[in-house]
């Protein structure tokens, strides 16, 4: 974990039915990030994600992908920064190309369903499944919600936000740059989520005999 708060108990994900993948995932009863799929491919993945080298991006040869970056979230100008800031000043902390997104409590999933128009009936519980790679941590993703909200080039300093989602800084307040030479003030809420590179399992289908 990236903070000092325990591991939360459960954690939660909106499933939607009209996400084949997401719907397969949960009918087999496993959300499991690329980057722990990739670890049984060979020695070599393993040395990288412990020495903090795995590299998600697509084209650089981790042997897993995950559901979000199959899909082409990835293929952004703002989520290739990302992942090159990751790895090159947070190395250990999970990817956002390759983790599973979910919840760990159900009041910051209402906070986001409120917020984003999500159908609660949708959110689904899960445990997090024991294994001695599996990293973990407590984002705002309210920091990547205001930037993918605004022109990139009305924030200056890209920089400082990058720093404030990889560091878990709860509200914030931005400066935003126009051509006219107005300037304007946001605050960024907080909303919690989890990335997580490890396997998380349905908890209404105990599944003793996973392997690691």
Known sequence: MNTDEDTPDSFF?????????????????IFESS??????YSQEAIELYVQGRANFLPGAGWPAVSPYAASGHWNSPLETALEIHRLNNFPFMPSRLSAVYA?????NSAKAAAKY????STLKEFK??????TRIARLNMEHISFARS?????????????NAYWQ?????????????????????????????????????????GLGS
Do not use: C
């Open 103 to 107: 919840f760990g409590d159900r009041e």
């Open 168 to 208: 878990g800084v709860g509200e914030m307040q931005y400066e935003l740059h126009y051509d006219t030479g107005e300037r304007a003030h946001h605050t960024v809420d907080a909303i919690w989520e989890y990335l997580v590179d490890g396997t998380l399992t349905r908890a209404d289908r105990p599944q003793p």
């Open 150 to 162: 605004i022109r990139p080039e009305t924030l200056p300093g890209k920089e400082a936000l990058m």
């Open 128 to 133: 997090l499944h024991p294994f001695a790679l």
């Open 117 to 120: 128009g999500w159908d609660m």
């Open 13 to 29: 994900i909106f499933v939607k039915k009209d996400n084949f993948v997401a719907m397969n995932n949960y009918n087999v009863g």
């Open 35 to 40: 980057a722990i799929s990739g670890l049984r």
